[in-house]
Antibody
Framework: QVQLQESGPGLVKPSQTLSLTCTVS??????????WTWIRQPAGKGLEYLGR???????NYNPSLKSRVTISVDTSKNQFSLRLSSVTAADTAVYYC?????????WGQGALVTVSS | SYDLIQPPSVSVSPGQTATITCSGN??????ACWYQQKPGQSPVLVMY???KRPSGIPERFSGSNSGNTATLTISGTQAMDEADYYC?????????FGGGTKLTVL
């Protein structure tokens, strides 16, 4: 059973960079044919797709955030990471990592990140 | 960009059939998925490739997708089905989610 767990700072100052890591257990990122993704959800609102990465390092990002999002992978640690630059209060949300084939079938529990000075 | 439109809320009596719709331009030409999210929990996949149920999802959940509308149907709705439901599809390489529908079981 694949499990994903987000980790990282829960508070980020405006204009700084948000960084989160997703640790995958129960399966290997490098041997998987799936993509590894980040999705966020502001409080009381819907889901927003941020982007995805393949084990090779190939990435695709949501065009609405493309200039600020970077997703990377560390197969030796079975982890992948999110960096979101120049954050504002509007980036305050629960951030989920998820495994994706043509659907999001395994999700992490989510990490709340608050952008505030 | 591609938009998916869901009704904000749907109400159903226990034991009745709940129907949640998701509308998008030529959505029937794409695959649709559905996710269930209960308060304080991560979303759970309940339907993929329009009509397929993941392992562990009750048979009372079914799906369809044709024309501009995908539909999630819950037959014999139970109190435990009360949740937010999100549809999702793909616009090229970008996942698109609907705004979500709050299902209330009265």
């Amino acid at each position: 059973q694949v499990q994903l767990q987000e980790s990282g700072p829960g508070l980020v100052k405006p204009s700084q960079t948000l960084s989160l890591t997703c640790t995958v257990s129960g399966g290997s990122i490098s041997s998987s044919t799936d993509y590894w993704t980040w999705i966020r959800q502001p409080a009381g609102k819907g889901l927003e797709y941020l982007g995805r990465i393949y084990s090779s390092g190939s990435t695709n990002y949501n065009p609405s955030l493309k200039s600020r999002v970077t997703i990377s992978v560390d197969t030796s640690k079975n982890q992948f990471s999110l960096r979101l630059s120049s954050v504002t209060a509007a980036d305050t949300a629960v951030y989920y990592c998820a495994r994706m084939s043509d659907r999001f079938d395994y999700w992490g529990q989510g990490a709340l990140v608050t952008v505030s000075s | 960009s591609y938009d998916l439109i869901q009704p904000p809320s749907v109400s159903v009596s226990p034991g009745q059939t709940a129907t949640i719709t998701c509308s998008g331009n030529k959505l029937g030409d794409k695959f649709a998925c559905w996710y269930q999210q209960k308060p304080g929990q991560s979303p759970v996949l309940v339907m993929y490739q329009d009509t397929k149920r993941p392992s562990g999802i009750p048979e009372r959940f079914s799906g369809s997708n044709s024309g501009n509308t995908a539909t999630l149907t819950i037959s014999g709705t139970q109190a435990m089905d009360e949740a937010d439901y999100y549809c999702q599809t793909w616009d090229r390489t970008t996942a698109v989610f609907g705004g979500g529908t709050k299902l209330t079981v009265l």
